[in-house]
């Protein structure tokens, strides 16, 4: 049996062009045609450039010459010209003839003195002069009078414990009191408490006491601080040992104070003759 009808194919693709054929022979010209309507005029036409200048033609007569006019006004000054380029000097004239003398002028200052030479040298030294007469001894003076002797007076070591007053926590080996001319030495031996110092310990004896209040501070072995002081004579003269509330106690310490008096001399010296072992 017959099969169905296909689909259309797609277009083919257009040939290539063939070769042009020779060209034919020309045709017969054909009749004019009815001549057309004459057109606007056109528009004038650009000027054209001038031409070249003829030959000048001869000069004519001079005409005469008119009246002359008024004079005019002065015009202003013109500006200075440039000075021109200096000439030449001339020859020198002769030389005229000497005037007259005139008269002398006056004395001028005088001069600056000129500084000194240099010294000259030193002449030998001159003999000798002979020796003069001794003169007449002066006479005596008056004799002064008779000075009073040098001798400073010493109280000697003086042992004074006795006449301390510890308390029985204080311990002390001796206390030795000395005065020589109006310097006064306190020494201080063994000084010892269990409980910190705070108290007095007497009062220094007439002959001996200081005029302005002394005090020293110094430490035992294990650095505890105590303050050995003495009141002015005014205050009694009080010799007090004080440490700080807390220290607790004071290890064996000695120490001195050294102070000026102006303490009449004691009638009787305090204390004993102390010995220094």
């Known amino acids: 049996p017959i099969g169905l009808a296909g689909k259309d194919g797609k277009p083919g693709v257009d040939g290539k062009a063939g070769v042009a054929g020779p060209i034919g022979p020309a045709g017969k010209d054909g009749k004019a045609g009815v001549a057309g309507l ?9 000027d054209g450039k001038a031409g070249v200048a003829g030959p000048i033609g001869p000069a004519g007569k001079d005409g005469k010459a008119g009246v002359s006019g008024p004079a005019g006004k002065d015009g202003k000054p013109g500006i200075d010209g440039k000075a021109g380029v200096a000439g030449p000097i001339g020859p020198a004239g002769k030389d005229g003839k000497a005037g007259v003398a005139g008269l002398a002028g006056k004395d001028g200052k005088p001069g600056v003195d000129g500084k000194a030479g240099p010294v000259g040298p030193v002449g030998p030294v001159g003999p000798a002069g002979r020796d003069g007469k001794p003169g007449v001894d002066g006479k005596a003076g008056p004799v002064g009078p008779a000075g009073s ?3 400073v007076k010493g109280s000697g070591a003086r042992e004074i ?3 301390l007053q510890l308390p029985k926590s204080v311990k002390m080996d001796h ?4 005065r ?6 306190l020494s201080l031996a063994g000084l010892s408490s269990k409980a910190a110092l705070n108290v007095g310990l007497g009062k220094i004896p007439a002959g001996f006491r200081p005029d302005h209040a002394q005090s020293l501070v110094t430490s035992d072995s294990d650095f505890r601080l105590v ?7 005014r205050s009694a003269a009080s010799l007090m040992v004080n440490q700080p509330t807390s ?4 290890s064996p310490v000695t120490t001195s104070l050294v102070w000026l008096t102006n303490d009449a001399w004691p009638k009787e010296l305090p204390g004993e003759e102390w010995m220094q072992r």
Do not use: C, F, Q, Y
């Open 38 to 46: 004459a057109g606007k005029d056109g528009k004038p036409g650009v």
């Open 149 to 151: 002797a040098g001798v």
């Open 161 to 163: 414990s006795a006449l």
């Open 175 to 178: 206390a030795v009191l000395r």
């Open 180 to 185: 020589i001319g109006d310097t006064v030495e």
């Open 227 to 233: 303050r050995v002081s003495v009141d002015a004579k």
């Open 247 to 250: 220290a607790d106690g004071l």
